[in-house]
Nanobody, 116 residues
Framework: QVLLVESGGGLVQPGGSLRLSCVAY????????MNWYRQAPGKEREPVATIARAGDTRNYTESVRGRFTISRDNAKNTVYLQMTNLKAEDTDLYYC?????????WGQGTQVAVSS
């Protein structure tokens, strides 16, 4: 059974930093690209960052490029999202996602709130 568990969210002031983690269970982590998404109330879930299986290719949505860094530790079955210079508009519920054999699996999300 595939399970993704996010953590690391919280309340931070503008300009601050947070590191999100997503631990994966139930599949061979190193064989799958991993993704971070985010969603605000009443809005569609949007992709934030993607990292290839070996971590050698990373892609970001334009609004976070240069501020967020996605990384992974295949030995720990964990993908990270380091977020710096956070802005109020980064306030969202953040999810990790994996696609496996045509199915998408999501974690429960971790809330990030950026406010002074």
């Amino acid at each position: 059974q595939v399970l993704l568990v996010e953590s690391g969210g919280g309340l931070v002031q503008p300009g601050g930093s947070l590191r999100l983690s997503c631990v994966a269970y139930g599949f061979t982590f190193s064989t799958r690209a991993m993704n971070w998404y985010r969603q605000a109330p009443g809005k569609e879930r949007e992709p934030v960052a993607t990292i290839a299986r070996a971590g050698d290719t990373r892609n970001y949505t334009e609004s976070v490029r240069g501020r967020f860094t996605i990384s992974r530790d295949n030995a720990k079955n964990t993908v990270y999202l380091q977020m710096t210079n956070l802005k109020a508009e980064d306030t969202d519920l953040y999810y990790c996602k994996v696609r496996r054999y045509g199915e998408e699996y999501w974690g429960q999300g971790t809330q990030v709130a950026v406010s002074s």
